[in-house]
């Protein structure tokens, strides 16, 4: 673990009293949970993701996000014990053993469950922070997706704390800033799809969220659809696959919700993809469905009863 993490670990168990080096049988805790307070449940966790043992390390990572998810005052009243789990999520996201990792994921996803508007901008800061290797960065996206799809009727609420942020993350994949032209061509790519599936994610979960950027959703997509470099052969995919989500996400409300110079633009860029894109026939098949649901959808409302 991370100096710094482990030193505020300690300084946590040290300020309760607990005996940081007092060695622990980790296969009897959990039988030990039950007789336990949520301190004691909260001490024994930090001291597990100390643990050389992988198991026991994301043992200890499941039970912050379990008693995260459970609104423990323990955790979420404690500052001290807050910003452990925080460091414990963040320091574990950047491990090299899957089972960690995707465990960490999960744990910063629930920090975000549980107090969205405080933690959905920690998740996009660290998102976007550049110190971060790709790898730990698309870790934390993931995470900011799993809230984002689970945040149903709220996401409206929390999505001008994510949405400006990854459009200008898209954007990057069509700039002629000299400062984004330094950076790997494959980051910004790589960065930028993305950030695409994490608002095509948002799309199926709420798209009317969405709703007020439209405008500059349109421009940046369009953007996107017309790179012809071949290295933005699955950021073409990802752009079309947005689109076919924001469709089915408005369902039959498209036309009523969405401006009708926005939907002919859509509707211009599918068809221009799914005529002409053969460098690949799967962002062709998915460009000629979003067509065929926009054209049915446009009819549907036409020829309302």
Do not use: C
Not at 107 to 113: C, I, M, N, Q, V
Not at 134 to 162: C, H, K, N, T, W
Not at 192 to 208: G, K, P
């Amino acid at each position: 673990m991370a100096t710094a993490v482990q030193m505020q670990v300690t300084i946590v168990l040290a300020l309760q009293g607990e005996d940081v080096s007092e060695a622990r049988d980790p296969l009897s805790e959990t039988a030990k949970e039950t007789a336990g307070t949520d301190v004691s449940r909260f001490n024994a966790a930090l001291r597990d993701v100390q643990d050389d043992l992988v198991p026991v390390q994301a043992h200890g990572i499941i039970e912050l996000r379990n008693m995260v998810l459970a609104k423990s005052r323990a955790v979420l009243e404690s500052s001290e014990r807050l910003d452990a789990t925080i460091g414990v999520f963040v320091d574990k996201v950047k491990s090299a053993d899957s089972f960690v990792y995707l465990n960490a994921v999960r744990g910063l996803s629930a920090l975000a469950d549980a107090h969205g508007r405080r933690f959905i901008p920690r998740l996009v800061e660290m998102y976007q922070n550049t110190d971060f290797q790709l790898d730990e960065q698309l870790r934390v996206g993931e995470a900011l997706m799993q809230s984002i799809q689970r945040a149903g009727e709220m996401l409206p609420e929390y999505a001008p704390l994510f949405v400006p942020q990854l459009l200008a993350i898209v954007q990057t994949a069509n700039t002629e800033d000299e400062q984004q032209k330094a950076m790997e061509e494959e980051v910004v790519v790589v960065r930028a799809h993305s950030a695409l599936s994490i608002l095509a994610a948002a799309a199926q979960t709420s798209a009317l969220a969405l709703n007020r950027w439209m405008d500059l959703i349109a421009a940046t997509v369009d953007g996107i659809l017309l790179l012809v470099e071949s290295s933005a052969v699955e950021l073409r995919r990802a752009a079309v696959v947005f689109w076919v989500s924001l469709l089915r996400g408005f369902g039959s409300r498209l036309v009523e919700l969405v401006d009708m110079g926005i939907l002919r633009q859509m509707h211009r860029s599918l068809r221009r993809i799914s005529d002409s894109d053969a460098e690949d026939e799967l962002t062709q098949m998915h460009a000629q469905v979003g067509v065929e649901e926009l054209d049915d959808a446009v009819k549907a409302h036409l020829f309302l009863p």
